[in-house]
């Protein structure tokens, strides 16, 4: 039997803390971090919930961090 995914095996977002984007999208992404990786976890269809996650992880990589 297939094994569902699973994103704690597949997606690395300790590597993330809100507090290295600027204060203006701290919220909204803590939004849409919470809804992707509920997606991932609970959803209908968690493999579409699981991509919806890898696209936000990569949305994280490409966001502009905070300036030192």
């Given amino acids: ?4 995914p699973s994103p704690e095996n597949n997606i690395e977002l300790d ?3 809100l507090d290295q ?3 203006e999208i701290q919220d909204q992404l803590a939004d849409e971090w ?3 990786e509920m997606e991932a976890r609970v959803g209908k269809d968690r493999e579409q919930g ?3 996650l890898r ?3 990569d949305k994280l ?3 502009p961090k905070k300036e030192s």
Avoid: G, I
């Avoid at 039997?1 to 569902?4: F, Q, T």
């Fill in 1 to 4: 039997m297939e094994k569902p």
């Fill in 15 to 17: 590597n993330y803390c």
């Fill in 21 to 23: 984007f600027p204060k």
């Fill in 34 to 36: 919470y809804d992707a």
């Fill in 50 to 52: 699981l991509e919806h």
């Fill in 55 to 57: 696209q936000f992880v």
């Fill in 61 to 63: 990589s490409k966001t």
